[in-house]
């Protein structure tokens, strides 16, 4: 059974430019969520993908947004990047959307960005 | 608007003390709660999950509790070990909003040897 995978690891770049952070689901997970992570804070939900629509989003804004593909691998896509979006972006699968069920999230050890 | 609160935010011990992780929400209307686990820049490790109807959850040397009532909860670890050193975060699903986890900040935990 393959977990969830994350690329790149680490990325370096530059306030104003865009960047794009890729997953890849865990066999027979048909969810994705993904969620920001600041240095010494707790993760944050961005959005959810479920059958590939967005399925629920958190607090913020449009120039972040995502795509979920047949096979159920997700991108994330950051525009216009500011400084405070230097994080560790955590993508985690699962089967189905709903978190009060038994199925449980899987993490990928995420996309550490830094934003210069 | 659901806050999770985990206190304390670091914690030192040495090896072989047992310890308590404490977490508090404010809306009690939640599905579950979990607690994960946190390696230094690495992604988060389910350890326990809570249903609310459930009032504990034991796995191995780690016991969590739940009080909806109240809006509380608590990691137990017994005879703590260095390679239990880590970060724990807890983290509620709201019954408004079961699509996402709403996590605390975190409690660091050292294990001295």
């Known amino acids: 059974e393959t977990g969830v995978t994350q690329s790149p690891t680490h990325l370096i770049k530059t306030r104003g430019q865009q960047v794009t952070l890729r997953c890849s689901s865990q066999s027979g997970h048909n969810t994705v969520s993904w969620y920001q992570q600041a240095l010494g804070q707790g993760p944050q939900f961005i959005f959810q993908?479920?059958?590939?629509?967005?399925?629920g989003r958190g607090n913020f804004p449009p120039r972040f947004s995502g795509l979920q593909f047949p096979n159920y691998s997700s991108e994330l896509n950051v525009n216009a990047l500011e400084l405070d979006d230097s994080a560790l972006y955590l993508c985690?699968?699962?089967?189905?959307?709903?978190?009060?069920?038994?199925?449980?999230?899987?993490f990928g050890n995420g996309t550490r960005l830094t934003v210069t | 608007k659901q806050e999770v609160t985990q206190i304390p935010a670091a914690l030192s011990v040495p090896e072989g003390e047992n310890l308590v992780l404490n977490c508090s929400f404010t809306?009690?209307?939640?599905?579950?709660l979990q607690w994960f686990r946190q390696d230094p820049g690495k992604g988060l490790t389910s350890l326990l999950l809570i249903q609310s109807s459930q009032r504990e959850q034991t796995s191995g040397r780690l016991n969590a509790s739940l009080d909806k009532s109240s809006g509380r909860s608590t990691l137990y670890i017994a005879a703590s070990q260095p390679g239990d050193s880590a970060t724990y975060l807890c983290a509620v699903t709201r019954m408004d909003s079961s699509y996402k986890l709403i996590f605390g900040s975190g409690t660091r935990l050292l294990v001295r040897p």
């Open positions: 993908y479920y059958r590939e629509e967005e399925n």
């Open positions: 985690a699968s699962s089967l189905g959307p709903n978190r009060g069920s038994d199925s449980p999230l899987h």
């Open positions: 809306d009690s209307a939640i599905y579950n």
